[in-house]
């Protein structure tokens, strides 16, 4: 059972291009977990997807940032018009269900690392 | 959001035992205390969780204060793959996925 796969591992932008993060969720698992983490800071929450809806966005910048999680296809987190603050490591997690704190854990990626120009 | 204090660094050598501490003095009756650790580049794994008794899994033990406003992530026995930051998180119990991390504890550990 192959984990949670992000793509791109690393992607370089340069400021005003877009950026497009894939996240193909742990095989059975409908929700999706998008997390960014600044150079020398810790992870921070950015939105929380099931299948074709967004259930709390409130860690998202208010501009520029997009989520979605279709009902086919990885789940796809999109930066416009990116700025050198954007650069960065986004993670992805999954769960199979919206999880109470009694059944475990998040499935994490490896990152994708974005670099803006 | 609850909060945890960690300590920002600790080491330890290759094979000892590894104590990381954990504060959440303002822990609510239904917070449950999860353990994440991310090694470097990569990104965050599960380690363990608890609410009140003692926990222990195959990768760690999890002693919780009788008052629950502390904990103790316990690794028996170091080794070097066990380098990373670990994170003490605070979870609602109804709180899903939406995790708050904190700062963590770097370990490092010495051959």
């Known amino acids: 059972n192959a984990g949670v796969m992000q793509n791109p591992r690393h992607l370089v932008r340069r400021r005003g291009q877009e950026a497009r993060l894939r996240c193909s969720p742990m095989?059975?698992?409908?929700?999706v977990y998008w997390y960014r983490q600044l150079p020398e800071e810790g992870l921070k929450f950015m939105v929380y997807?099931?299948?074709?809806?967004?259930?709390?966005e409130s860690g998202m910048p208010k501009e520029r940032f997009s989520a979605e999680f279709p009902k086919e296809g990885p789940s796809i987190l999109r930066i416009q018009q990116v700025v050198r603050g954007d650069s960065a490591a986004y993670f992805c997690?999954?769960?199979?269900?919206?999880?109470?704190?009694?059944?475990?854990?998040?499935?994490f990626g490896e990152g994708s690392r974005l670099t803006v120009l | 959001d609850a909060k945890t204090t960690q300590p920002n660094s600790m080491e330890s050598n290759e094979e000892e035992p590894v104590h990381l501490p954990c504060n959440h003095s303002?822990?609510?009756?239904?917070?449950?205390i999860h353990w994440y650790r991310q090694l470097p580049s990569q990104g965050p794994e599960y380690v363990i969780h608890?609410?009140?008794s003692n926990v222990n899994n195959r990768m760690a033990s999890l002693a919780i204060a009788e008052d629950r406003k502390s904990s103790t992530l316990i690794l028996h026995r170091a080794t070097l793959r066990d380098a990373a930051v670990y994170y003490c998180?605070?979870?609602?119990?109804?709180?899903?996925?939406?995790?708050?991390f904190g700062q963590g504890t770097e370990l490092s550990v010495k051959p």
């Open positions: 997690a999954s769960s199979p269900n919206p999880g109470t704190a009694n059944t475990g854990e998040l499935f």
């Open positions: 303002t822990i609510s009756g239904t917070d449950y």
């Open positions: 998180i605070l979870r609602g119990y109804n709180q899903g996925g939406k995790l708050i």
């Open positions: 095989k059975g698992h409908s929700h």
């Open positions: 608890g609410l009140t």
């Open positions: 997807l099931q299948k074709e809806n967004i259930i709390d």
